[in-house]
């Protein structure tokens, strides 16, 4: 079911951000509650450093008047107002989160994951500390009891069926092998760079650092072929020697297990030799811009449609999410009719922002497409 995600989060995922009041620079105040121009700085800041404009080199903070950053203000600002008008309806409500909540939460993400190892590794690429993951889902499980105290949400096995029947094709699944790997790390640029930027490159050439370079990397090819002939002696040794060789530290844990994926998954000359083989067989040296592989495939899966049984679980939580993001958008909607919003900082009105926004989209009709795509 890979194109359909799956997501316990609703709402929360993009009202609830992170960050505690701050000075007394107030520039917003909802219902009395304030939101300080500290707490706005650190919101934006965080916005702005996962968009793709920030990836893309662009700094939103250098014009203050810039479209982009005044189109990432109005989402923070709204944002921010939310977070505060549904803090205030949890408490209101005496909703509260507990330990085993969160650590329920947490067990429940490592079974998706299939292990503590992978789900540690997870964290760590994406710069998430224990800490943080915990405030993260403190909050999101408060909205989710908030949710379930306003509407009780279900969803039959007739609905369920009417939608995987008008979308079987997000229940297909391609031609998919399972296999195990062991790597061996090589890549000639990052090697190149780890010697330019060592102190014995300064009395090397360029011609000298390249034939480092390649020394190294066939260093590493015959340490993989030596590999190779052990697991070829014997194959039910293959988990073993991943575990005590394999540079790829996360599948090494499992033996080498990479779990079953599709053709796309995997670096294209991964990919061929995966699926050119037959199960119980290993490959010989594979090379990726990853470095060298020896490969065992242990399954193949043609490709085909899963079943409803199968899938139903999924379809209901899917579609119970969706009724509950409804429900929160709906609340959310009453709560800022109803809220007492007054703008300390004139800046900060959405209002006058969306002048500013629409006065630029006069002489760039395509800035306001821009905005249009953003909002959708």
Sequence with gaps: MKKLKLFVTTLAATVLLSGCIMGNDTIITVNNDKIT?????????????????????????????????????????????????????????????????????????????????????????????????????????????????????AVGDSEAKKFYDQNKEKFQYPDTVRASHILISANPEELKAKLNASDDSKKMSEDEVAKKVQEQMDAQKAKAEKLLAEVKKDKSQFAKIAKENSDDTVSAKEGGDLGYFGAEEMVSPFSKAAFAMKPNTISEVVQTPYGFHIIMVTDRKKAGTEPFDKVKGEIKAYLENQEKVKVLQQFVETLKKNAKIVYNDPSYNPEEIQKKLKEQAKNNPALMDSQKSAKE
């Design 37 to 153: 121009k500290a707490q706005y700085e650190k919101a934006f800041d965080a916005a702005a450093g996962g968009s793709m404009f920030t990836q893309m080199g662009i700094d939103l903070k250098k014009d203050p008047d810039s479209f982009l950053h005044l189109m990432l203000k109005d989402r923070v600002i709204n944002e921010l107002t939310i977070k505060t008008l549904l803090d205030q309806e949890v408490k209101k409500r005496h909703i509260k989160v507990t330990n085993d909540d969160v650590n329920n939460e947490i067990k429940s993400i490592i079974d998706k994951i299939g292990s503590k190892e992978k789900f540690n590794e997870i964290l760590k690429q994406n710069g998430v500390s224990n800490a943080q993951l915990k405030k993260d889902l403190t909050d999101e499980i408060k909205i989710r009891k908030l949710v379930d105290s306003l509407s009780v949400v």
